[in-house]
Structures are given as structure tokens and as C-alpha cells.
């Protein structure tokens, strides 16, 4: 949610899409419970079909989709249901999931190592300093988990993401990272 909070005037997000975020960062991993090597497909299927109280149909979509595209392969219209959608809610979904494929980079080792992030908007990029949690020894873990699903966050910006460590290292990861 920092990393939204950084990021939603220039990506014209709204109140509604911080809390469609949150609710997705919730649930994203839910498809765990029925198997780890396609977890996000699953999550959606769960999410989509839940009796979720207090959300529209509408949002309950939106947040299935975000949580189906934390990892794996990027939005495609080709995909099943995310083709269907109106192209307003599809580019919501898209800078939604870009955050939280970052975000999810960033609790690379479920540890909530990272106390806090900042932004800072260059010429030619988007750099996003990181610092640990009070207590955490080392955040390289969850920089480099970031910086290897950066890729759908810089198509979305329009520019390079740079992962900063709290001693100033630039951290790269050299594979892709999106099909995990």
C-alpha cells in the first residue's frame, strides 16, 4: 500500500482501487490450499466464485483478476474472462496487478523483512528505496524478489524500476522472473 500511495496519482487510482489492493494482497495466495504451481489461477477461481460480504460483483471480479496476475504470465485479453472485460476495468486490473506482483516481490521471504519503501520519480526512472523492518537482518532476499517481477510495473510506468537497498545498492536480477 506504500508502494500505491507512492504511485496512484500518476497511475490515476482512486480510493476504491487502494482498497480493491488491499483486499487482493489478502487473498492472492489463497489458492495455495489447492495447489502451489498454479496458485494464482486458483486463487482466482476461489475468489471469483466466494460469497464475499460487503464487495459488488464488479469489485469481487477486479480483485480475482489482480490476485490471478501477482505471478505468472502477464494480462492478456486472450485469457478467459479478462478478454471480456471493458477496457477501463481491464487497464485497472493491469496497474493493480503490477503493484501487487512487485509488492509480492517484495515478501519474497515471508518474513515482513521491508519496514517501509519511498519513491522516487527520475528523469528515466522510477527508483524505490527500501528500507528493513525493525528487527529484520537483511532485506536482499525481498529486493531481489522485487526486482525480478519489476517487469509488468516498468510496462506499466513507462520506465525502468530500480530496486535501492537501504546501503544504496542498485539491485538487478538478470532473469525475468514472470513465469516462476
Request: glycine letters at 8%; one cysteine or more; aromatic letters at 4%.
Amino acid at each position: 500500500l506504500q508502494l500505491f500511495d507512492a504511485l496512484a496519482s500518476r497511475l490515476d487510482l482512486t480510493p476504491e482501487d487502494r482498497r480493491a489492493l488491499a483486499d487482493a494482497a489478502l487473498l492472492h495466495d489463497v489458492g495455495y490450499h489447492i495447489n502451489y504451481e498454479k496458485h494464482h489461477k486458483h486463487s482466482f477461481h476461489l475468489i471469483s466464485h466466494a460469497e464475499l460480504l460487503g464487495m459488488t460483483p464488479s469489485e469481487q471480479i477486479v480483485i480475482a483478476h489482480v490476485a490471478r496476475y501477482h505471478r505468472g504470465a502477464p494480462p492478456k485479453a486472450k485469457h478467459r474472462g479478462f478478454g471480456q472485460l471493458d477496457r477501463a476495468m481491464r487497464e485497472r486490473i493491469v496497474k493493480l496487478s503490477a503493484l501487487l506482483r512487485f509488492a509480492d516481490g517484495m515478501d519474497r521471504g515471508h518474513v515482513a523483512a521491508v519496514g517501509s519503501l519511498s519513491v522516487k520519480w527520475t528523469s528515466d526512472s522510477l527508483r524505490v528505496l527500501v528500507q528493513e523492518a525493525e528487527g529484520a537482518t537483511s532485506v536482499r532476499l525481498e529486493c531481489w524478489g522485487a526486482s525480478r517481477k519489476r517487469h509488468l510495473l516498468e510496462a506499466v510506468l513507462g520506465r525502468p524500476v530500480v530496486v535501492v537497498m537501504p546501503d544504496g545498492t542498485e539491485v538487478s536480477a538478470d532473469d525475468d522472473g514472470e513465469s516462476e
